[in-house]
């Protein structure tokens, strides 16, 4: 480890050199937290949540690590579409099929995220991806589709993953195989206003979101515990990632009403457009939550057609 600037360290993941905030969680606790210290941070609701989940050490491509990854104070927005099937299955790996809501209609997102406190320090983060069917499903049930309809309880393909810092890129993209990279980006999110912006390599706009944020109601900690299964490749074998979200105030609007998505040029808006979303279905925001995202595991899939 050494000094960068004033402000920040440089840190050894895996061989790879990235900079954290002097100072910062990262750079104090190691992914191994002082909770009653995070506790005292006032944008911090509690960390109840956190203490029901030991965290484990791990070998990763990124070095050994410890898991899962702890996220204290976040808010999050998400767009859900209907987009048509086959548009969809050009865009997934063959052994992942679309979570379909009836025949020939499935469901894609573009996602917004915050991460005011975390582990691995502040960033920000957006996401096009697909509702998918569970890698093992056999036959997929009811409760299925009304968990992913309710984003509850979702399995997903993630296109696009660009995130505003390089420790977050280099766990996100060599540590869990997902499709991120770091770019310019702004996402606030509050009870009254949502607003996102993602810049492309050129320096103008990818996406932009701009939106009035549905009414909120509050939860107790542990009272509405979302997970989100994404499936992705490393080194050519599948594994999945397990986020599972603590969620304090949300709320959620059917509506298009007061919500104005732009698409421009860029990774994102190419990897949207290719999807050919018909309509917005729904539009979920989380002013206040919490959330832990464990190591990607092994896992096996079935073909397409089998």
């Not at 770019?183 to 492309?200: C, K, L, P, S, Y």
């Not at 990897?271 to 206040?288: E, G, N, W």
Request: charge should be positive.
């Amino acid at each position: 480890m050494s000094s960068a600037q004033n402000d920040t360290v440089t840190m050894d993941l895996g061989g790879r050199k990235v900079t954290v905030p002097k100072g910062g969680l990262y750079d104090r606790y190691r992914m191994a937290p002082d909770l009653d210290a995070i506790a005292r941070d006032p944008r911090v609701s509690g960390v109840d949540f956190f203490r029901k989940l030991p965290k484990v050490k791990v070998d990763s491509p990124i070095g050994p690590t410890l898991t899962p990854n702890f996220y204290y104070a976040i808010s999050t927005a998400r767009l859900t579409m209907l987009a048509p099937s086959g548009a969809i299955r050009a865009r997934l790996p063959e052994e992942l099929s679309p979570l379909e809501i009836v025949p020939g209609i499935g469901l894609v997102s573009v996602m917004f995220f915050r991460y005011d406190v975390c582990d691995i320090d502040f960033y920000t983060e957006a996401a096009v991806g697909i509702a998918v069917k569970p890698a093992r499903h056999g036959k997929l049930g009811f409760f299925d589709l009304v968990s992913g309809l309710k984003n509850e309880h979702l399995h997903s393909y993630v296109l696009s993953l660009p995130v505003s810092t390089e420790i977050a890129q280099v766990r996100g993209h060599h540590g869990y195989g997902f499709p991120k990279w770091v770019t310019g980006m702004e996402v606030g999110i509050d009870r009254h206003r949502t607003t996102a912006r993602v810049t492309n390599d050129a320096g103008g706009v990818d996406l932009s979101l701009l939106a009035n944020t549905p009414a909120q109601r509050s939860c107790a900690s542990g009272e509405r515990v979302g997970s989100l299964t994404s499936y992705t490749t490393i080194d050519g074998a599948w594994h999945s990632t397990l986020n599972q979200t603590n969620v304090l105030s949300a709320g959620t609007t059917h509506g298009t009403s007061g919500i104005t998505l732009r698409l421009g040029e860029g990774r994102m808006s190419d990897d949207l457009r290719s999807l050919r979303p018909k309509r917005t279905i729904r539009f979920d925001v989380m002013t206040q939550g919490q959330a832990a995202l464990h190591m990607p595991v092994p896992t096996s899939v079935q073909s397409r057609g089998k």
